[in-house]
């Protein structure tokens, strides 16, 4: 099976690499194993450049004439992963769904600086992981961890360019840079917060000057990087650090979520950019609030008095009002949903004098994969609290053709009727999750699964 796949990704990459020799253009495809969909999307800036069918094989390839120099996505599902491309460049990609981005693998002409790229972002991710220990150091000592990842990230960068045939494009360099340098830098954003908690005191570290000094070089605007994690993740945090900071220095300043989007409209002059940040920030705000989800009206109104794109605005105010649809301490709304066999039942059939958990989900906000973990856990953990599954979307699939849906109790799994009353809970589109007593009284009638809140409301409904 393995000379086969192999044998696979040489022929397409000889038939790119002869294709582009003879007319000068770029290719990108690949393989997918265990599809979501039967197509690829390939994205510039988050924008769709084309949608790449699936073969009976699970393959996808396309040519493209003049595309330039620059980082792209493919989106598959849910899941996504980017992909550097310069002119003439014959990329192809092999991954599995169940294991995205630890099991893709890049081959054919402009694959090693790519393959280099992933390697750097997982190992980003286990090196940031591992940092989280060193936050109760002192600055001297944080600050000498952060300057050995850096050297030993850049001697392996300088190696790899050194290896090379091509000499490495100025525009991959700068974008190694940022994904090098900016998760450090990140790290050193959070860390007078995480300090503080390690040592539970009651103020921030004050940190010199100098250990901010990497801010000179950087442009938080700087529009080609907006779409790339590192540099987005970044940003963040330096203005939740500004944010704390105020919190501190002001006692007038003491709600974050406002000095947050304060400083968003103060710093970020991209519009798109900002547009993006000041929804990211309200809708934190919104699932991070005390047991049921809300906004505060400030929050609200200085996010709808900046925002300037319709669609964020329309979502917001949706959000605000499908958290009103229903009510604490009243009797739940009846409302229809689909068995797995399509027979309609309702959910106060379902959930008849017991204590219940119904959660909204959709593969567009959560993949089925962390579903299936978070479900286990808390019916693991809440035996006597049942867990009512119900697909948000339109679909006419078995729910079961999802396959981490399969280790679920099919039984408790449930989709809507088109004429379902629910719909109208979630205009939002976004997923949310309701806390239903044994008498049919509503706990908490929006929360979602990943609350930090959520444990401790089940444990008093248990």
């Given at each position: 099976m393995k000379y086969y796949i192999i044998t696979i990704l040489i022929s397409l990459s000889i038939s790119c690499n002869t294709t582009n020799k003879n007319n000068d253009v770029t290719s990108f495809g690949g393989e997918i194993i265990n599809p979501k969909s039967d197509f690829v999307l390939f994205l510039k800036d988050g924008n769709i450049i084309d949608s790449l069918s699936l073969d009976a094989n699970n393959h996808f390839i396309n040519n493209y004439k003049s595309?330039?120099?620059?980082?792209?996505?493919?989106?598959?599902?849910?899941?996504?992963?980017?992909?550097?491309v310069q002119p003439n460049d014959s990329i192809l990609v092999r991954l599995n769904t169940w294991d995205f981005d630890e099991s893709l693998v890049f081959s054919g002409r402009g694959s090693a600086k790519n393959e280099f790229l992933i390697n750097l972002f997982l190992q980003n991710e286990k090196e940031e992981e591992s940092m989280y220990k060193y936050f109760d150091l002192d600055e001297k000592e944080f600050e000498f961890k952060i300057d050995s990842?850096?050297?030993?990230?850049?001697?392996?960068?300088t190696e790899f360019t050194n290896e090379q045939e091509q000499e490495v494009s100025d525009g991959f360099k700068k974008l190694t840079s940022v994904a090098i340098n900016f998760p450090l830098f990140r790290l050193k954003e959070m860390y007078p917060l995480f300090y503080k908690k390690a040592h539970k005191h009651k103020k921030l570290p004050t940190v010199s000057n100098e250990f901010y000094d990497f801010r000179k070089n950087i442009n938080l605007n700087e529009e080609n990087l907006i779409p790339f994690y590192p540099y987005q993740n970044y940003v963040v945090n330096y203005l939740y650090n500004l944010s704390y900071e105020l919190k501190e220095k002001d006692s007038t300043k003491n709600n974050l979520t406002l000095n947050i989007l304060n400083a968003t409209i103060e710093n970020i002059k991209s519009e798109k950019f900002k547009n993006t940040l000041l929804k990211r920030i309200v809708v934190n705000d919104f699932l991070k609030s005390e047991s049921t989800c809300n906004?505060?009206?400030?929050?609200?109104?200085?996010?709808?008095?900046?925002?300037?794109?319709?669609?964020?605005?329309?979502?917001?105010?949706?959000?605000?009002?499908?958290?009103?649809?229903?009510?604490?301490?009243?009797?739940?709304?009846?409302?229809?949903?689909?068995?797995?066999?399509?027979?309609?039942?309702?959910?106060?059939?379902?959930?008849?004098?017991?204590?219940?958990v119904i959660y909204f989900w959709s593969i567009n906000y959560m993949s089925s994969d962390?579903?299936?973990?978070?479900?286990?856990?808390?019916?693991?953990?809440?035996?006597?609290?049942?867990?009512v599954g119900i697909n948000m979307n339109r679909t006419s699939e078995n729910l079961t053709a999802e396959p981490n849906l399969k280790n679920l109790d099919?039984?408790?799994?449930?989709?809507?009727?088109?004429?379902?009353?629910?719909?109208?809970?979630?205009?939002?589109?976004?997923?949310?999750?309701?806390?239903?007593?044994?008498?049919?009284?509503v706990k908490n009638g929006f929360t979602y699964l990943d609350s930090r809140k959520l444990h401790s409301e089940l444990s008093k409904l248990k």
């Amino acid at each position: 099976m393995k000379y086969y796949i192999i044998t696979i990704l040489i022929s397409l990459s000889i038939s790119c690499n002869t294709t582009n020799k003879n007319n000068d253009v770029t290719s990108f495809g690949g393989e997918i194993i265990n599809p979501k969909s039967d197509f690829v999307l390939f994205l510039k800036d988050g924008n769709i450049i084309d949608s790449l069918s699936l073969d009976a094989n699970n393959h996808f390839i396309n040519n493209y004439k003049s595309l330039q120099e620059g980082l792209y996505t493919f989106k598959h599902g849910t899941e996504f992963q980017y992909v550097y491309v310069q002119p003439n460049d014959s990329i192809l990609v092999r991954l599995n769904t169940w294991d995205f981005d630890e099991s893709l693998v890049f081959s054919g002409r402009g694959s090693a600086k790519n393959e280099f790229l992933i390697n750097l972002f997982l190992q980003n991710e286990k090196e940031e992981e591992s940092m989280y220990k060193y936050f109760d150091l002192d600055e001297k000592e944080f600050e000498f961890k952060i300057d050995s990842l850096s050297k030993e990230r850049h001697t392996i960068f300088t190696e790899f360019t050194n290896e090379q045939e091509q000499e490495v494009s100025d525009g991959f360099k700068k974008l190694t840079s940022v994904a090098i340098n900016f998760p450090l830098f990140r790290l050193k954003e959070m860390y007078p917060l995480f300090y503080k908690k390690a040592h539970k005191h009651k103020k921030l570290p004050t940190v010199s000057n100098e250990f901010y000094d990497f801010r000179k070089n950087i442009n938080l605007n700087e529009e080609n990087l907006i779409p790339f994690y590192p540099y987005q993740n970044y940003v963040v945090n330096y203005l939740y650090n500004l944010s704390y900071e105020l919190k501190e220095k002001d006692s007038t300043k003491n709600n974050l979520t406002l000095n947050i989007l304060n400083a968003t409209i103060e710093n970020i002059k991209s519009e798109k950019f900002k547009n993006t940040l000041l929804k990211r920030i309200v809708v934190n705000d919104f699932l991070k609030s005390e047991s049921t989800c809300n906004i505060n009206d400030d929050v609200l109104n200085l996010f709808l008095e900046n925002c300037t794109d319709e669609e964020s605005l329309t979502q917001v105010k949706n959000l605000v009002n499908d958290s009103k649809t229903i009510i604490n301490n009243e009797l739940l709304n009846n409302f229809t949903i689909l068995s797995n066999d399509n027979s309609i039942v309702t959910i106060r059939d379902i959930i008849k004098n017991q204590n219940s958990v119904i959660y909204f989900w959709s593969i567009n906000y959560m993949s089925s994969d962390y579903l299936l973990k978070r479900i286990k856990y808390l019916e693991t953990t809440f035996p006597n609290i049942l867990f009512v599954g119900i697909n948000m979307n339109r679909t006419s699939e078995n729910l079961t053709a999802e396959p981490n849906l399969k280790n679920l109790d099919i039984s408790k799994q449930f989709k809507l009727t088109n004429d379902s009353e629910a719909h109208r809970f979630f205009t939002s589109n976004y997923p949310r999750t309701i806390i239903v007593d044994k008498d049919g009284f509503v706990k908490n009638g929006f929360t979602y699964l990943d609350s930090r809140k959520l444990h401790s409301e089940l444990s008093k409904l248990k």
